[in-house]
């Protein structure tokens, strides 16, 4: 279970690995052949969810065979959830992948929860999320010291390589904000996103420091101390360097939680007080975005940009209720999928906030407009949860120091480490070692070395005063609860297995009445067959959908390219998930270029029976359920480009009426509409090119904003031109 938990921490897990970017431009410019990919990709992420809710039911049952109780509020809660969230999965692709880490990442909560009852496990569970701090820590001080300056200088010397490869502007829109964010220097891990990442940095710096207190409480440990002392350390700087500043100021509160508990375990008394002032502090959190949002939107951009920051949750916020509403009762009930909030927020979102998120950014607000009833369920679970952790450092009853438990023997200890090392970082090492040369091998093999000494002096049996590791996990859980009000680490799929199970073992008090009746066994039997539908009926497709965009991009870097052959791959993947954006995307791109090169050779007849076969990719993608948006948009622009330089009115018209679905849909798109204002000027229909170019220069002085998302001066002009005054 803990390398399930970990392993998010170490290895990069991405959504997408292949036509991310157009595969003829992903080669190595010294060899001509495909970058090497070191992520994971979604089917690697599917077999490693799947497996996680096996082991969510092995730990379970396993919890009960030595004694364990069932926590039925719990599984009722997490179960609830974890149907509509299964629900969701059968809906689109984009749905699957995101339902599938959700799916995992709750099992493992709940695994967890059941699983730390038992003083062994809760001892390993600490030492190991305290020793994952350290590589966490490392990789992000290289990162900023080495690898960040090498990816910039690249990105300087191939910009207008990555501008290709992804279909973008010089000076668009998508341009600037890729450099902006590019350009930050921000640690990000292999989470991709420097706030995640500084959650989890944060909520593990203070289950370190609430160790070092418990290890220095007992006189017997005290010089074991400056072990996890030491890794806190590390765990400021990693915080730090992420630039987060929710992360930070996560930090103090969670030192204030901290002094409280020490108060309680010193006078033996206010303990009921601890959960209270955690829930607290957890709504003061998401308050201060309230109070920001009902300040009101300043009259201009200038101003410190995390004040803006928090404006822009509440206007997500707004947005999700929105989207929670929209879709009346059945919404209410089931929400709108974890996939699909962003096409839903284009909507229902406030005019003048310029960003398009695919979360609200707030734990409670994203479970339930995304999963409903199902989202409210996992909502009260995390905060029961919570409040189970508060009680449990306020217990009167509990002895001072950790019983040892049944303690492994040492050699025993030392090959479960080895082989916890061994499927974490082995993985990592088989993911990244192409990108290692001398210095990061040993920057790598440091991480690795501290990580098991930290491992194998916190798995001493009486080493931590049992309610200071209470008080620990407690402060940890209410941190991440906390910076999870305006940030969304339970809503990406690689970190929320890290949060889930933190926060899952944070309420775990020791098993007192063992469990007797055999229909405990009930609760690990339903997680089996969850993850056993998980292996029979989603894994395997979606592996099968990733080798088929493999084998196409494989043609497509051939020295001599097998469009045809690449194009057939894409279609397959298609019948598979008709509902895969990138897919669709790309079998459009591929006809569109069919296009413009039968139309530099006056071949009408090709391009317009390429034209065809693109409207029909789109209409069986309609018809599964696509993003009718994204739909409208990519026929729009295909038939734009068949209109041709001679403008043909009737490829035009087309085009037009599909821009304008679009707009409809998406009523607040500044590009969507600038371009639907051009197909109309082209059509001559310059009343409906005038109310377009119009409604654009509404749209851009909505987004003052954020300047970088407005329109660029000649673009501007351009819209002025086509809207005359009066």
């Not at 049992?466 to 609860?481: C, D, E, N, Q």
């Not at 959908?545 to 993947?573: G, K």
């Amino acid at each position: 279970m803990l390398a399930m938990a970990l392993l998010p921490c170490v290895v990069v897990f991405s959504p997408q690995i292949y036509f991310d970017v157009d595969p003829r431009f992903g080669l190595d410019p010294t060899t001509g052949r495909a970058m090497p990919i070191t992520a994971i990709g979604p089917a690697g992420a599917a077999w490693v969810q799947a497996i996680g809710v096996l082991v969510a039911a092995a730990a379970i049952t396993v919890s009960l065979a030595v004694g364990g109780r069932v926590r039925w509020w719990s599984v009722g809660l997490v179960g609830a959830g974890m149907a509509v969230c299964g629900y969701h999965m059968t809906t689109s692709y984009a749905n699957a992948i995101q339902g599938g880490a959700w799916l995992s990442a709750a099992a493992l909560g709940l695994a967890a929860a059941h699983l730390a009852q038992h003083a062994t496990a809760r001892r390993w569970m600490t030492a190991g999320f305290v020793a994952i701090l350290a590589p966490i820590a490392l990789q992000a001080v290289w990162y900023i010291t080495m690898d960040y300056p090498a990816t910039v200088a690249m990105f300087e010397a191939n910009e207008a390589d990555l501008l290709a490869a992804r279909g973008w502007a010089e000076g668009s829109s998508q341009h600037e904000l890729y450099k902006r964010r590019l350009l930050s220097p921000d640690a990000i891990g292999t989470f991709g996103l420097s706030n995640v990442l500084g959650s989890i940095a944060a909520g593990l710096t203070l289950l370190s420091v609430g160790v070092t207190i418990g290890v220095a409480a007992l006189r017997s440990t005290r010089r074991w101390a400056i072990v996890p002392g030491a890794v806190a350390a590390l765990g400021l700087i990693g915080v730090w360097l992420t630039n987060s500043k929710g992360a930070v100021l996560t930090l103090p509160a969670g030192a204030a939680l901290i002094v409280l508990c020490a108060w309680v375990i010193r006078r033996r008394r206010g303990g009921g007080a601890l959960p209270v002032i955690a829930l607290l502090l957890v709504a003061l959190a998401a308050s201060a975005v309230v109070v920001r949002g009902w300040i009101g939107p300043p009259s201009t951009a200038v101003g410190p940009a995390g004040e803006r920051s928090l404006l822009f949750r509440y206007h997500y916020w707004q947005g999700a209720g929105g989207v929670w509403t929209s879709e009346g009762a059945a919404g209410l009930a089931l929400g709108v999928g974890p996939a699909d909030f962003k096409a839903a927020y284009l909507v229902a979102k406030n005019p003048i906030n310029p960003e398009e998120v695919t979360s609200s950014h707030n734990v409670f607000v994203d479970f339930a407009a995304m999963l409903g009833v199902g989202g409210i369920a996992w909502a009260a679970v995390l905060i029961g949860w919570l409040w189970a952790a508060g009680r449990w450092v306020g217990r009167s009853d509990e002895p001072d120091e950790d019983a040892a438990g049944p303690a492994l023997p040492i050699p025993l200890r030392r090959l479960l480490v080895i082989g916890l090392v061994a499927a974490v970082f082995g993985t990592q090492y088989a993911h990244v070692w192409p990108q290692l040369v001398i210095e990061s091998a040993l920057w790598w093999m440091l991480g690795v070395l501290v990580f098991v000494g930290v491992m194998l002096t916190l798995l001493r049996p009486g080493l931590v005063a049992r309610r200071w590791r209470a008080a620990s996990w407690f402060t940890a859980a209410a941190a991440v609860l906390m910076h999870n009000q305006i940030e969304m680490s339970f809503f990406h799929g690689p970190s929320a297995v890290v949060v889930w199970t933190l926060v899952g073992a944070a309420s775990a008090s020791p098993a007192t009445a063992p469990q007797r009746r055999a229909v405990g066994y009930a609760a690990p039997a339903a997680l089996l067959i969850v993850a056993l539908v998980m292996m029979a009926r989603y894994a395997p497709v979606v592996t099968q959908h990733e080798q088929h965009l493999a084998m196409a991009a494989a043609e497509l870097q051939r020295d001599v390219p097998r469009v045809y052959r690449a194009y057939d791959e894409l279609s397959a993947a298609a019948m598979l998930y008709p509902t895969d954006t990138t897919v669709l995307r790309w079998r459009v791109v591929m006809q569109s270029e069919v296009i413009a090169a039968a139309q530099r050779l006056g071949r009408a007849d090709t391009a317009i029976a390429a034209a065809g076969a693109a409207d029909a990719a789109i209409d069986q993608a309609l018809d599964a359920g696509i993003d009718p948006a994204f739909a409208y948009r990519l026929r729009a622009g295909l038939y734009e480009l068949l209109a041709g330089p001679d403008d043909d009115s009737a490829a035009l018209r087309r085009a037009a009426e599909d821009m304008q679905r679009v707009t409809d849909l998406t009523p607040y798109s500044l590009q969507g509409t600038v371009r639907l204002a051009r197909l109309r000027h082209r059509l001559g229909d310059e009343p409906a090119a005038a109310r377009a170019a119009q409604r654009a220069m509404e749209l851009n002085d909505f987004y003052y904003l954020d300047p970088a998302r407005q329109l660029d001066e000649k673009t501007l002009a351009e819209m002025r031109s086509l809207a005359p005054p009066g």
